[in-house]
T-cell receptor, first 118, second 112 residues
Framework: AQTVTQSQPEMSVQEAETVTLSCTYDTSESDYYLFWYKQPPSRQMILVIRQEAYKQQNATENRFSVNFQKAAKSFSLKISDSQLGDAAMYFCAYRSASSGGSNYKLTFGKGTLLTVNP | SQTIHQWPATLVQPVGSPLSLECTVEGTSNPNLYWYRQAAGRGLQLLFYSVGIGQISSEVPQNLSASRPQDRQFILSSKKLLLSDSGFYLC???????????FGNGTRLTVT
């Protein structure tokens, strides 16, 4: 079974600075997808960014980018120019690329609580 | 556009009482549906998923059950709630393996 580990329960960053959240995963599969979700105090789960394992290029969405190291099974999230609205719980998630509804499920890490200091 | 509705938003129930949480998806057909639970300070645990009407798969044996009576309706139930059932319950859907999971706003359940 796949597992996702987020080793940083909490992180803090100064407004306008850059912060990197870590995520590692364990899988025997070669094709899969990785996601970062954000959960603000409202508890709504919001997709931040996703990465296909077969793509070597790291995904980028505005101020959010990932460092995907497939061999190391590492998928970190970098937030540049941090804003107060970035304060939230961030979850890393894994999905197998195999077809079928059972494999569309996401396996989540336990999350990293990010605080942004003004 | 597709939307997902989940209700109620908040629920306080005594131990031993029944539970019914409902989730519906609009704007798509034959979605893959999921129930997740988030305990305080912890990640999301998959409880059930469904790939079609009447098809339910359980990930964790427990006091809860799920049903999918209609294509876009997913229900989480319990006959008798336990204190350990307290938590934040999230319904989610996806179209296929490439698409992300789209979540409802969640239900905060407190069992007293």
């Amino acid at each position: 079974a796949q597992t996702v580990t987020q080793s940083q329960p909490e992180m803090s960053v100064q407004e306008a600075e850059t912060v990197t959240l870590s995520c590692t995963y364990d899988t025997s599969e070669s094709d899969y997808y990785l996601f970062w979700y954000k959960q603000p105090p409202s508890r709504q789960m919001i997709l931040v960014i996703r990465q296909e394992a077969y793509k070597q290029q790291n995904a980028t969405e505005n101020r959010f980018s990932v460092n995907f190291q497939k061999a190391a099974k590492s998928f970190s999230l970098k937030i540049s120019d941090s804003q107060l609205g970035d304060a939230a719980m961030y979850f890393c998630a894994y999905r197998s690329a195999s077809s079928g509804g059972s494999n569309y499920k996401l396996t989540f890490g336990k999350g990293t609580l990010l605080t942004v200091n003004p | 556009s597709q939307t997902i509705h989940q209700w109620p938003a908040t629920l306080v129930q005594p131990v031993g009482s029944p539970l019914s949480l409902e989730c519906t998806v609009e704007g798509t057909s034959n979605p893959n549906l999921y129930w997740y639970r988030q305990a305080a300070g912890r990640g999301l645990q998959l409880l059930f998923y469904s790939v079609g009407i009447g098809q339910i798969s359980s990930e964790v044996p427990q006091n809860l059950s799920a049903s999918r009576p209609q294509d876009r309706q997913f229900i989480l139930s319990s006959k008798k709630l336990l204190l350990s059932d307290s938590g934040f319950y999230l319904c989610a859907w996806t179209r296929d393996g490439f698409s992300p999971l789209h979540f409802g706003n969640g239900t905060r359940l407190t069992v007293t």
